[in-house]
């Protein structure tokens, strides 16, 4: 993440505009009720103008760069912080900003040897961003959405399998943080028929089954 | 006295004449004849003895002449003609030679001269026939050592002034060398000697009376020509001749023989070679033929010895042959009894599996076709001890006293074998619990049986053995309990039983139950008894609280003027209850069942009596666990019943009516299925037939009616219909009971990870699963998987979380 935004401030020397710029948005999109947050309705006019579905991963990557606590709203001081952080000072800027951030982590991601923590805090951000509140747990739905959206495109064949197996086994209670982690980390060191899986133990058993899954076949 | 001095015969020697003078002088030993000019006389003498500054030389011819006279002593103490010569002269003679440098002529001479001899010995002893050989060796032997006795003390001065200058061999032992080169490893006696020798030897074995004392000294005669004459000359052929002997030996003792009499053989063998080498070996082959015999007797044969079909350890240990097992166990020792701890192992191991196996594929549900009495009157546990091996697979086996009695009888035996025959060797009191380890737990239940068993013993404890006896099969008990993995469960199945026996008013002597408590905090800690501790307390309670209820009824009563009340009844009933802390005891399902009207009131009575004195505090009504005593009329006759509270539910229902069929009586009661089953089980088909069923037969079905039998006749006044003794579990129950304890290890488990990671801090997976399990295995073993699952519920509520570094590593968080 840190680097995302290193790498947007090298180039782009606009600083001085961004809590201006911030500002301007802030009282654009605010709930008319109540002063002290963006509710669902302004995200939504505020998607629109910047050209994003709110279900795009943008709105995400947006979302995580202000750290957002809770999926619909923003409060100010997110706001804010999250505005001084991205530096941008216009709808267009930010847009760059946001799709730069989102090609770097992806390219941490993808390459072997690159930075892949960005990604990994940005996968463990939708998890905990998309649960219902005071929930442990991501329900599986949302899971599979959010799996297909992340890592579809770098795992391809264990995000659909695990969707299958989900629905498989009909998992009801959800996703928690640590099957949610690991699950990446599955991704990345196992290969997609599993046959090189490691069963030294520490895997979840929700993980165990889905190799033994895939390793039967998926049937 | 002088001797004079014969002119040099070559010129070789340029000496003048010897003076006399020298000669005496260094006899006397005071001047130094060469060293003359280096003794300063005193400075007060007046007389100078000038020395002869000449220097004297023996001439070659006087030097032949004392060899002359030297030599022919040696050949003559050869003769063993020596008592005409003069030790002085010859000893002189030596001194002289030596003294004058001729040590050389001297020592050469001499050894040219025995071994003249030694020739002539050896050509001797050679032309002896074999039945001489040996005999005419020892003779010359002996011989040659006396003559080489004698030979040195002539040559003394030559051993003490010209063998040490020159690092010679001493006058005696160059005699044996010689002895020993020229005689005993002469070619063809060399050969002869081993052969007469390893001859002697084989006809010993093989039973002849031989002559040992000739055996002996020639051995002796070896060892004393050197140790290495005798390893190399003798020991070691010998050796490989015994293996030689012993592998064809043993190889058809082994073919021919049952085991143990190629044990007997084999035993008898050692000991002779034993005796053998304390007559006529030398002591240092002791160790190495034992070696050799018990690597060519027991090493090489053991197993096949061990596993003979008819008569190796396996039989042995089932015919209970105790001799042959004591000589088996003392003579494998001698080599490692690994080959037969492991058969034993092996085989007890494969027993109690055909037992504990036959046990636990029991089919039939208990209970549910013999009836309550049956169950109750279960076998008694026949006199353990000695006897022919519990036949694993018989019928009888399935039964859980039986089970544990051939268990008991198993492990008794095979102790008991242990300390007889094996002396008591630990190394296999420990494979043996090892092997009752590992089959105990392969019936999964074996908690349950055992405590059945205690209970079984604790019941009718009065009726047979003495409180002794019934101590000692406790001890035995709790030994068995040390083998459960699932110490846990049977701690379940304890509570229920002893539950069953305290409410039921069965527990025999409390001596006994506190014996066994103890026994097993012992084993688990304080906290594995800690519940069933508190049940005894709550019976004590429920006294107190009963003596209270009968007061307040008695003065309520006065009140009211109800004379019932006064003998602390409500209504015509005279109640008892129990109040029983949740928790303490196993929880039973709630017991659904629609009282009597007049049992009703008797229940509301003494809730609200108790609700007046603990406020906050809630009754459930447990009917399956009591019992009551019931007045009946039978046409004329009167009887005291006592039955189940079921059975009592029941059989007041025929006080309205005669015929009531299985249906009804379900709505009635509303008791469970399977007790309304049992119960008029026990009052329509077993001993007592209060009750008369239609259609007739041995079990309740839910068509049946019943029927109050008029015509009932008892001998006793009082008696008891069956009430339900602890039986094996129906597999309903079975698998509740599985749930409860699984429910009941979780968070066991969970503090066990939480103890473990709050010492730890950080903590690789596996070897968290490792000594959770190690920390849990007094109560049970858990299931690595079970642990994971549990890990995995304290990292969603944030006890644990995994190490950012390596997502394999838990970490703490406080």
Known sequence: MKRGVKGVFARKSSGGAAPKFADQLWDKYKDPKDADIISPEGVETFCGDLGFDPSDVHVLIFAWQLEASRMGYFSKGEWTNGFARLRASSMPELKAVLEHIYQETMQGARSMHGDHEAFRDFYAFAHRFCRDDNKKNLDTETACAMLAMLVQSLYPRHVEQFAAFLAKINRTHGINQDEWMCFLELCRTVKDDCSDYADDGAWPILLDEYVEYVQEGCK | RSVVAAPPQDGRSQGRCPQAADARSGERGRVSPQGSRRVAMPPKSKFVIQPFKQHAVMDEAYVQKTWGTLRHAIDEIFAHNASGLSFEELYRNAYNMVLHKFGDKLYNGLKDTVREHLAKMAADVDAANDQAFLDALNKRWSDHKLSMIMI?????????????????????????????????????????????????????????????????????????????????????PFLEKTAEFYQRESAETVAQNSASEYMERAERRLAEEEDRVKHFLDSSTEAKLRDVMERELITKHMRAIAEMEHSGLVPMLDNDRREDLTRMYNLFKRVGLGVMRDLLTDHVRSQGRALVMSAADDPAPAGSAAGADASADAPTPS?????????????????????????LRLKGRYDAIIDACFAGDKTFHNALNRAFESFVNLNARAPEFLSLYVDNLLRREVKGSSEEEVENTLE???????????????????????????????????????????????????????????????????????????????????????????????????????????????????????????????????????????????????????????????????????????????????????????????????????????????????????????????????????????????????????????????????????????????????????????????????????????????????????????????????????????????????
Request: with cysteine; charged share 30%; glycine share 6%.
């Open chain 2, 383 to 407: 006199p353990a001890g000695g006897g022919p091996p519990a036949t694993p697979g018989s019928a009888q086996a399935r039964d859980p006293v039986t089970f544990v009695d051939d268990l």
């Open chain 2, 152 to 236: 040195r003390d002539i040559l003394m001065y030559m051993d003490r002034v010209y063998v040490t200058q020159h690092k010679k061999v001493p006058v005696y032992d160059l005699g044996l060398q010689l002895f020993r080169d020229d005689v005993v490893r002469a070619p063809r006696i060399r050969e002869r000697l081993l052969t007469q020798l390893l001859d002697l030897v084989g006809r010993e074995r093989s039973g002849e009376m031989i002559n040992r004392q000739l055996v002996r000294m020639v051995v002796a005669m070896l060892v004393d020509l050197g140790k290495d004459v005798y390893v190399r000359d003798f020991e070691r």
């Open chain 2, 476 to 814: 035995q008990v709790v030994m068995l309990f040390r083998y459960l993995q699932e110490k846990d469960v049977f701690e379940k199945y304890y509570k229920q039983h002893l539950a069953k026996r305290l409410l039921s008013g069965r527990v025999v002597s409390d001596d006994s139950e506190r014996s066994m408590i103890t026994k097993l905090k012992t084993e688990c800690g304080f906290q594995f008894t800690s519940k069933i501790e508190g049940m005894f307390v709550d019976m004590k309670t429920s006294g107190d609280t009963m003596a209270a209820f009968r007061e307040h009824l008695a003065s309520t009563a006065e009140a009211e003027g109800n004379d019932g009340g006064l003998q602390g009844k409500v209504g015509s009933v005279e109640l008892q209850v129990q109040v029983l802390t949740t928790g303490y005891w196993p929880t039973q399902p709630a017991s659904v069942c629609i009282f009597p009207p007049e049992i009703q009131r008797c229940t509301e009575v003494f809730a609200r009596f108790y609700s007046s004195k603990h406020s906050g505090r809630t009754l459930k009504w447990h009917a399956s666990m009591g019992h009551a005593d019931l007045r009946a009329t039978f046409g004329s006759r009167h009887h005291e019943v006592n039955v189940s509270t079921y059975q009592m539910c029941i059989l007041l229902l025929f006080n309205d009516r005669d015929t009531v069929s299985y249906q009804e009586l379900q709505e009635a009661t509303h008791i469970p299925a399977h007790d309304l089953k049992r119960a008029l089980q026990s009052l329509a088909c077993a001993k007592f037939k209060i009750l008369t069923k239609e259609p007739k037969g041995r079990d309740v079905g839910e068509e049946d009616a019943f029927a109050f039998n008029d015509k009932f006749t008892a001998k006793q006044i009082r008696f008891k219909v069956g009430t339900v003794a602890a039986t094996k579990e129906t597999d309903v129950e079975k698998t509740e009971t599985r749930h409860k304890v699984d429910e009941d290890r979780k968070p066991q488990v969970e503090a066990a990870i939480v103890r473990i990671m709050k010492s730890r801090k950080l903590l690789d997976h596996n070897i968290l699963i490792t000594e959770v399990t190690e920390q849990l295995r007094p109560r049970f073993l858990p299931d690595p998987g079970m642990i994971k699952k549990r890990i995995e519920s304290l990292i969603e509520r944030e006890f644990l979380e995994r190490d950012k570094a390596d997502w394999r590593v838990y970490k703490y968080l406080a």
